[in-house]
């Protein structure tokens, strides 16, 4: 052992002593001047260094020739061999589409780079940072990074605990369109039903998408329905994939929270295992590749149940109360293969398979829900599901004259097939089987795209011209479960009971039955399935002209039919103004709209309800339902929206960068899921008696918001030879009020039931209304620390009592250090979360102690799904490689 210690030293010094010959040089733009900050990296290894002020660098290398990589934001990577220590030259152009092969979000013009956007975008340098961050899966990455984007980790709230819901601006998970290399993305089967934020909408599962196989990713935070169709009211997220060839990457990492509120005396939970490969290969000598990413990924459960020293006089209604168990194993594709000098042939995709076990409310021993013979102790119930989810692009690119031509077809789908463990069926008693195949949903989507654009650069400054179709095919399913995890056999009787009125007279019998179904989540009945198609098809045009060297205009006009309701028409106007060298203004107008999911249309289920801490079957009626239509209630229609934006961007001084954006969204007819209506209503109830349900709700377009926000952005890097410093503040402010709620005839009256306080608090605090981040790095040699404060503003919501609470504001502080083992293995260690910071509430007319009661809340737990999480300190480690 001592031999095998003494060798590793030995090599491990061995390899850092080799590094004895100096590459050196300075990098410009296309005009000659220098920038600052470009990362230059030894090719196949994890050494590197960034451009000082003046554009100049030097790096240690072991021999040579060696390959250089540079990449900068907004610029195109390229590549350089030293053969000899001589000064490198290195002229690196601005990364437009014509350069890159990949659509820049936002725009279809050719010859503008993304740091002259018209609109704000982010470009997050997913590639180069993923190593150094905590967060393991695509959402919880952007929700640190990214202020604007918020992804809710939930728990009790049965399908959402397998996917988190996320948002942008503070609208919902179904109003942000989501692109793989500038393609529509497909949405999840799931919708989000109980106890959620993002209530009622469906939304695209970011985490499918493997960490390791993404290059960047681009947030575009604007309006671009105008331009993509569908969704995009509050913006576009561009994942753009990995090109890299002839090196051998990934990442082998792990972490764990530190254990509170637990019923035994473990020290963590949690625990998470990465790992990661990717891997790209040359395809002939005219720029072709393939990249492939394999990726598996392990989060274990958390449980904070243990919470009666916190909340001493609420009821015990969870013994498990924690993130899922996870298990995801995913690969990733991107290739593409010229077919002539002005053509090529492109495919990218890939699958995820994922498996997932959430804990439901607690079945107490003496419940009708239980069978002793079976669980003499109660149980907690186990919400499984099986996850799986396909992709694939096949496209081919070139000229056809002077137009650059597109034409590609992109299938996607999701499969959530849920399963009962640990649980059963309490009216076949002591027959009853502990696990069942509650059958799920299912979403699939082809669309396919032809595109033309041009760029004239005689007409004035430049004008570029683009144009196109879509044509799409959805389709939406629900399979039926085992006939056992959805049927009541009997009646079986639990109790009887005599009642007696106040002077002791007997006054009849209180009869308590066994109820019917799988506990947790009763499966879908064969009378729930459905498997309806809808289709699409959408023209196109958008035009973007330099008027002079200050000034750029853009504007878009989309044209939709949809087979289920008909037309829509929405357009675009964007302005930037250069008012000096580093002062310009931005601006957009724009319409929106969102057409209603099939899954909103026809999602229909009798599912396991908790209410003040009482457990009962509700329903929710599809759209076409003889409850809906018994309320009057009218088919879904698209959500329409206007959208304006006005920005400025500053670059006051060599390395400081600065963003403003101010925003305005409103939204009519929003598609929300109403509350309970029971069946002491006498117009739905003599209905819900017959399905032998006590509740139901239902899908509509009810209401109207507006959204007031702020985005806040400021960057300053400075590099030297050895080292580097960068201080990033990022925040969003933003307001969402509700402006109306209108209802029909028969419901009048019942607005507290269609949509009362509760519900317009879960759309309300989508997002916390701000959230900040002050983010300190210094990198020295291999040495590198990351510091970061993150702010989460306040949230309030109501409970099933009408009382109002509030999640008080709080920081929570994250730390990173990293250390280059070898030229190829990076380390890093770090702490999010690091003071094991838990959100707090109050309230006037809750216990003023605890200012919030679990009892009365949908989680059951000791904290709503709020935006900081309540897990506590995660500790991680992560070991990156390069070869």
């Known amino acids: 052992m001592q031999r095998l210690l003494l060798l590793s030293v030995f090599l491990f010094t061995h390899l850092h002593l080799q590094a004895q010959t100096t590459v050196s040089g300075q990098v410009t733009d296309s005009k000659g001047q220098?920038?600052?900050?470009?990362?230059?990296?030894?090719?196949?290894?994890i050494n590197g260094t960034f451009t000082d002020a003046s554009g100049r660098f030097s790096l240690r290398v072991v021999k040579l020739p060696v390959t250089l990589s540079f990449s900068y934001v907004g610029f195109a990577s390229t590549e350089k061999t030293a053969t000899t220590p001589e000064p490198l030259q290195v002229v690196l152009q601005e990364a437009t589409t014509?350069?890159?092969g990949i659509e820049v979000v936002g725009s279809r013009s050719m010859n503008r780079s993304i740091t002259e956007s018209l609109v704000p975008i982010d470009y997050i340098d997913i590639s180069r940072i993923s190593d150094e961050q905590g967060q393991l899966d695509v959402n919880q990455l952007l929700h640190y990074l990214a202020p604007s984007f918020n992804a809710n980790r939930q728990s009790g709230a049965d399908g959402s605990d397998h996917i988190d819901p996320a948002t942008l601006?503070?609208?919902?998970?179904?109003?942000?369109?989501?692109?793989?290399?500038g393609k529509r993305r497909h949405q999840s089967s799931l919708i989000n039903i109980y106890g959620t934020r993002g209530r009622g909408n469906t939304g695209t599962d970011l985490n499918t998408i493997p960490v390791s196989a993404i290059d960047h990713i681009e947030i575009l935070r604007d309006g671009a329905s105008a331009q993509y169709g569908s969704d995009a009211i509050a913006g576009v997220i561009n994942v753009v994939l990995k090109r890299n060839t002839n090196e051998f990457s990934g990442s082998l990492g792990g972490s764990m929270n530190t254990a509170k509120y637990r019923f035994d005396d473990k020290s963590f939970d949690g625990q998470s295992i990465l790992l990661a490969a990717n891997q790209g290969w040359d395809i002939g000598e005219k720029g072709g590749f393939v990249n492939v990413t394999t990726e598996y990924l392990f989060r274990d459960h958390t449980n904070r149940a243990n919470t009666l020293d916190i909340y001493p006089n609420s009821p015990d209604v969870r013994n498990q109360f924690g993130q899922a168990k996870t298990s995801d194993f995913a690969v990733m594709l991107n290739s593409e293969v010229p077919l002539s000098d002005n053509a090529a042939f492109y495919s990218f995709g890939g699958l995820n398979f994922r498996s997932t076990e959430a804990y439901a409310f607690t079945r107490s021993p003496e419940s009708e829900r239980n069978v002793i013979s079976i669980y003499p102790n109660g149980f907690d119930p186990i919400i499984a599901s099986n996850i799986t989810d396909r992709a694939l692009t096949l496209g081919v690119k070139g000229m056809v004259g002077r137009w650059k031509a597109d034409?590609?077809?992109?299938?996607?789908?999701?499969?959530?097939?849920?399963?009962g463990k640990n649980t059963l069926n309490a009216s076949l008693e002591s027959a009853s089987p502990t696990q069942?195949?509650?059958?799920?949903?299912?979403?699939?989507?082809?669309?396919?795209?032809?595109?033309?654009?041009?760029?004239?650069?005689?007409?004035?400054?430049?004008?570029?011209?683009?144009?196109?179709?879509?044509?799409?095919?959805?389709?939406?399913?629900?399979?039926?479960?085992?006939?056992?995890?959805?049927?009541?056999?009997?009646?079986?009787?639990f109790s009887i009971d005599s009642l007696f009125d106040d002077y002791g007279a007997f006054v009849g019998l209180d009869t308590v039955y066994r109820p019917g179904g799988a506990q947790?989540?009763?499966?879908?009945?064969?009378?729930?399935?459905?498997?309806?198609?809808?289709?699409?098809?959408?023209?196109?045009?958008?035009?973007?002209l330099r008027l002079t060297d200050a000034l750029t205009a853009s504007a878009a006009a989309r044209m939709e039919n949809y087979s289920d309701f008909g037309n829509t028409l929405n357009g675009k106007l964007a302005l930037r103004y250069a008012l000096t060298k580093n002062v310009a203004l931005r601006g957009s107008v724009s319409t929106g709209f969102r057409a209603p999911s099939l899954a909103q249309i026809y999602y229909n289920q009798i599912f396991t309800n908790v209410?003040?801490?009482?457990?009962?079957?509700?329903?929710?009626?599809?759209?076409?339902?003889?409850?809906?239509?018994?309320?009057?209630?009218?088919?879904?229609?698209?959500?329409?929206?206007?959208?304006?934006?006005?920005?400025?961007?500053?670059?006051?001084?060599?390395?400081?960068?600065?963003?403003?954006?101010?925003?305005?969204?409103?939204?009519?007819?929003?598609?929300?899921?109403?509350?309970?209506f029971d069946n002491s209503d006498p117009v739905i109830g003599p209905i819900l008696d017959e399905v032998n349900v006590v509740a139901a709700q239902f899908f509509t377009n009810a209401v109207n918001t507006t959204n007031i926000g702020l985005d806040v952005i400021l960057n300053y890097a400075r590099y030297w030879s050895n080292s580097r410093l960068n201080v990033a503040l990022a925040g969003n402010f933003n307001q969402l009020t509700i402006d109306s709620i209108y209802t029909n005839e028969l419901l009048a009256g019942k607005e507290d039931s269609y949509f009362g306080p509760r519900e317009q608090q879960f759309l309300i605090y989508s997002a916390p209304p701000a959230k900040m981040n002050l983010t300190l790095s210094y990198g020295y040699r291999q040495w590198d620390a990351e510091l970061r404060l993150n702010y989460w503003g306040k949230v309030e919501f109501v409970d099933y009592s009408g009382n109002y609470y509030t999640w008080q504001p709080k920081q929570t502080l994250d730390l990173t250090l990293g250390y280059d083992l070898a030229r190829n293995v990076r380390l890093s260690l770090g702490a999010v979360n690091l003071t094991n910071v838990y959100p707090k509430a109050t309230s006037e007319t809750v216990d003023a102690e605890t200012g919030y009661d679990p009892y009365e809340t949908e989680t059951g737990g000791a904290w709503d799904a709020v935006q900081m999480g309540f897990d506590g300190t995660l500790l991680f480690a992560k070991l990156g490689f390069r070869f």
């Open 34 to 45: 220098p920038l600052v900050g470009v990362t230059v990296s030894e090719k196949g290894t």
């Open 98 to 100: 014509e350069l890159t």
């Open 169 to 181: 601006r503070g609208l919902g998970p179904d109003q942000t369109l989501v692109l793989i290399n």
């Open 407 to 419: 034409l590609s077809n992109t299938y996607g789908s999701n499969q959530f097939h849920f399963y």
């Open 436 to 493: 069942f195949d509650d059958g799920g949903t299912f979403f699939a989507v082809n669309t396919t795209t032809l595109a033309f654009s041009r760029f004239f650069d005689q007409v004035v400054r430049g004008l570029n011209i683009a144009y196109g179709l879509d044509y799409r095919i959805e389709n939406y399913r629900i399979f039926a479960g085992e006939e056992a995890s959805w049927k009541t056999y009997g009646p079986v009787i």
């Open 520 to 544: 947790g989540f009763p499966g879908f009945r064969p009378d729930n399935e459905v498997n309806q198609y809808r289709t699409n098809i959408a023209a196109y045009a958008d035009v973007e």
């Open 611 to 676: 209410q003040s801490g009482v457990i009962f079957d509700a329903l929710i009626a599809n759209n076409v339902s003889p409850v809906t239509r018994a309320l009057g209630i009218p088919p879904l229609k698209q959500e329409v929206a206007t959208n304006a934006s006005l920005g400025l961007v500053l670059n006051p001084v060599r390395g400081l960068s600065a963003t403003i954006d101010g925003y305005w969204v409103r939204v009519r007819d929003r598609i929300v899921l109403t509350g309970n």
